[in-house]
């Protein structure tokens, strides 16, 4: 079936020059993997999680999804997609840190803010973003005085502490946290600069990596 449309082609001539330039590097971890962290991140096409930290296949476990947000621990039975790879890394991979990389310019941070709020009605986003809706209070609160670009950069941080305080609410993760055998970080990249801070939880500010 021919579709002028698809820009498939652009993924498969990739795939073939991808195959033709490296001698299988996914043989090494054909059979196991062991990955020594996991990255939640947003599913932004512009985040590169083995390419900014320079890993390969099977070094770094990594969820995505809109915003990189982690959603509190919620007991019911529902389908919790984060929460599921959350639970297969931590517990059945052992890995020993979790790093949430946020970014500037995030789409589904600015949704948050009215006059930026492009998505009018969604069947999931809406409510997903939600989990965020506490950093855009406590961002209207620390920064009010600051122009929107500004507030929405301050948000994207926020929001990544809260989605370090809601790892916590895992209870395997804030067991593991206690006895110091998983790690937990946040992470800001910075896509104009290309630069990283790191949440530092003593001084309470992010700070360059
Ligand atoms: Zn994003």
New binding site residues.
């Given amino acids: 079936m021919k579709n002028n449309n698809s820009n498939i082609k652009l993924f498969i001539d990739g795939f073939k020059k991808f195959q033709k330039k490296h001698d299988n590097i996914l043989e090494d971890t054909a059979y196991t993997q062991q990955p020594k962290a996991m990255m939640i991140?947003?599913?932004?096409s512009r985040?590169d999680p083995s390419l900014i930290t320079d890993t390969k296949p099977g070094e770094l476990f990594v969820i995505r999804n809109?915003?990189?947000l982690v959603p509190p621990f919620e007991g019911d039975l529902r389908h919790h997609g984060t929460s599921a790879a959350i639970e297969y890394g931590v517990l059945y991979l052992g890995v020993t840190d979790i790093i949430v990389l946020?970014?500037s310019?995030?789409?589904?941070?600015a949704s948050l803010f009215s006059n930026q709020n492009k998505i009018k009605s969604s069947d999931f986003i809406n409510n997903w973003i939600d989990i965020a809706r506490d950093a855009k209070d406590r961002t209207l609160d620390r920064c009010k005085h600051n122009s929107q670009a500004e507030q929405i950069n301050c948000c994207?941080k926020e929001s990544l502490l809260i989605s370090l305080q809601n790892l916590q609410t895992f209870p395997w993760i804030k067991d593991k946290i206690d006895k110091k055998e998983i790690y937990i970080h946040a992470w800001y990249l910075d896509l104009a600069s290309g630069t990283i801070e790191a949440y530092n939880s003593d001084l309470k500010e992010f700070i360059p990596l």
């Fill in positions: 991140t947003c599913c932004d985040i809109v915003a990189n946020g970014h310019n995030c789409g589904g941070i994207e």
